[in-house]
């Protein structure tokens, strides 16, 4: 079945049910499924009128929007294949891919991609048609037309292609945080079975009442397919395209359901730590007290155990004196929240369980579909990555690695049979690349990224993701990169979190000058000494850093140092800091 199918069925069964909404004018804006897929065929029509039928490639250059979802299910419901591009590339990286996949249309989001695309076109023998999402863009007049005119005149009329499970459906390239972007090719059964494999997993209830907000970036697997997997459903979804407005779009939405990736709730965590760890004696006895009865409701909840009315009581109280007022800054609503793209300490998944808010970590790579494993409602192991999902298999390899098969393994690399062949076994298992183990009762832990793990010269191996959440958690601290590899102890550099520091600096009556000045100064060096020093109090000797630089700026994703889901790349950030690096050992 064509994955796109859910808009019959679901116009079918809501037809006047909101079914997608977009900010318009500085106004939340929603429109209905009949209207939704209204739009989606007209723009199909279009696409098959601009020339573009079965197996063609189109390329979606754009940040999320509405233009974006609508254009994606037109191309899948030609039996077209989409190729998504990351908002945040240049001209070079968006010239690889189209290079490679031959798209013939690419649909752009804003001045900065159309000019670039239009360079690109001039170039490429192979794409034909700019197509420019918001009429505030300026465009050149030749192969070049806005979404909005180029499916005025379409049909609104439209039969979905059927397609096979194995059918092509998408091409996604990596980021990653190694090498050549990689095309992973994923079928419209990868997604169907995927989105199935969810709902059966789950068991949710009234799921068309759902309210999601889709902030990470669409062309990621983690968003795309969740945002496939709410609409799917039945739900409402919003599209946010500027995610530095997500604490407004938070509370004007009111969003029930969202996936985030651990950065997200990390900042949560750790401000609200710090905040009352600076509060009053009475107020930090109330949150510490709220903690507590939120924690023992929430082992309940986990053990799918009865709580007692005394203490269900106390809960109650809780929430009205401290967790709605947290929960109240993410829009008062949220009960679900998938977390994946990369690791997560359970100090965060449990005090959100406290407050009621169930993350479900999960585990999974692009070539996977996103999910292997997740939490369930019930019986998770805090600090695991879950159990695995629908038919996937899972089991451990050489040097620990996770390996898996199953419906939601990918194709393959797309014109890379070489690449393809190296990471499946001679007997057809995905090698993932990670470390993991799984405990008696079967719940998978992942121990590291085999390539991350690190030896120092000493001969001591050090596992970086673990020590950096630790650190990360912590509220003046927004990102830390360790460093370890054939050296004799373990450095990091250290992203500090400026809304933090600059509150601290104007408590110790600093002046700002520039952020560069600010992080050089000893008074702040020494500030940041004694963080890492309790912070760091429950690590071994050999794990814990030593000597750090205080970083004046954060990593950039348009400068490659980290992936659009907030990871680092560190062969970039190891090459671009070489000097500071060696310093710290030089010293």
């Known amino acids: 079945m064509n994955v796109a199918e859910f808009l019959n069925i679901n116009t079918a069964k809501f037809p006047r049910k909101s079914a997608i909404g977009f900010k318009k004018k500085e106004k939340w804006t929603e429109i ?50 989409t190729v998504p591009i990351y908002s945040t590339n240049n001209e070079e990286q968006s010239e690889y891919i189209l290079n490679e996949s031959e798209c013939k249309i690419i649909l752009v989001g804003n001045q900065e991609q159309y000019d670039a695309a239009f360079n690109i076109l001039n170039k490429n023998q192979v794409l034909q048609q700019v197509i420019v999402a918001k009429k505030s863009i300026w465009i050149q007049k030749e192969n070049s037309q806005y979404l909005e005119d180029f499916i005025k005149d379409a049909s609104e009329e439209f039969q979905i292609v059927p397609k096979e499970d194995d ?15 990689k095309g992973v090719m994923l079928s419209h059964g990868n997604f169907h079975k995927s989105v199935e494999a969810h709902f059966e997993f789950f068991k949710f209830k009234n799921f068309e009442n759902e309210t999601s907000l889709a902030f990470l970036p669409l062309t990621h697997i983690f968003e795309r397919s969740w945002t496939l997997l709410a609409l799917y459903g039945g739900s409402k979804v919003y599209f946010l395209e500027n995610t ?19 950065r997200f709730y990390q900042k949560i965590y750790a401000s609200v730590n710090e905040m009352a760890a600076n509060s009053s004696p009475s107020k930090k006895k109330i949150y510490n007290w709220a903690l ?10 986990r053990l799918n155990k009865s709580i007692p009315f005394s203490l269900n009581l106390k809960n109650k109280i809780a929430g009205i004196m401290v967790f709605n007022k947290i929960k109240k800054k993410m829009g008062g609503k949220l009960w679900f929240m998938p977390c994946g793209g ?91 690349g990670d470390a993991g183990r799984f405990d008696e009762a079967g719940n998978l832990f992942i121990t590291d990224r085999i390539k991350d793990l690190m030896k120092t010269s000493n001969g001591k191996y050090i596992t970086p993701q673990p020590i950096e959440n ?23 550099l250290i992203i500090p979190n400026f809304e933090a520091l600059q509150e601290l600096i104007s408590k110790m009556n600093i002046q700002f000058t520039t952020w560069e000045e600010i992080v050089n100064l000893e008074s702040i060096k020494e500030f940041y000494r004694e963080k890492m020093e309790e912070i760091q109090k429950g690590l071994s000797g050999f794990e814990k850093v030593k ?39 030089n010293s």
């Open 244 to 262: 530095k407005l997500i604490a407004s779009a938070l509370a004007e939405i009111k969003p029930t359901i969202m996936c985030a990736v651990p």
């Open 342 to 432: 990369a690791s997560v300490s359970d100090d965060v998944t449990r005090f959100f369980e406290a407050m009621g808010i169930h993350i479900t970590v999960g585990y999974g790579l692009t070539e996977t579909t996103a999910t292997l494993t997740c939490f369930p409602f019930h019986d998770f192991q805090h600090g695991s990555a879950g159990i695995p999902l629908g038919d996937t298999q899972i089991k451990i390899g050489d040097n620990d690695e996770i390996l898996a098969k199953g419906s939601s393994i990918m194709k393959g690399y797309y014109k890379k049979p070489t690449e393809t062949a190296e990471v499946f076994t001679e007997d057809g298992w995905f090698r993932t």
């Open 167 to 181: 059918d092509l459906a998408t091409i996604i390239y990596t980021s990653g945080t190694t090498g050549v972007p």
């Open 32 to 81: 209905s499924w009949s209207d939704f897929r209204r739009l989606v065929f007209k723009t199909a029509n279009a696409l098959r009128a601009a020339g573009i039928s079965e197996h063609d490639k189109v390329a979606i250059y754009a940040d999320n929007s509405a233009e974006w979802i609508i254009t994606d299910l037109a191309i899948l419901s030609l039996g077209a294949v």
């Open 470 to 492: 630790l650190l990360s958690n912590n509220n003046f601290i927004n990102q830390a990169m360790i460093v370890a590899e054939g050296k004799p102890f373990v450095t990091a």
């Open 292 to 301: 507590a009865t939120g924690t023992e409701v929430a082992e309940f909840r």
């Open 547 to 585: 000597k750090f630089v205080l970083m004046p700026a954060e990593f950039e994703i348009g400068t490659g140092e980290i992936t659009p889901t907030l990871k680092v790349k560190r062969n970039v950030v190891l090459q671009k800091y070489a000097d500071l690096v060696d310093k710290m050992y």
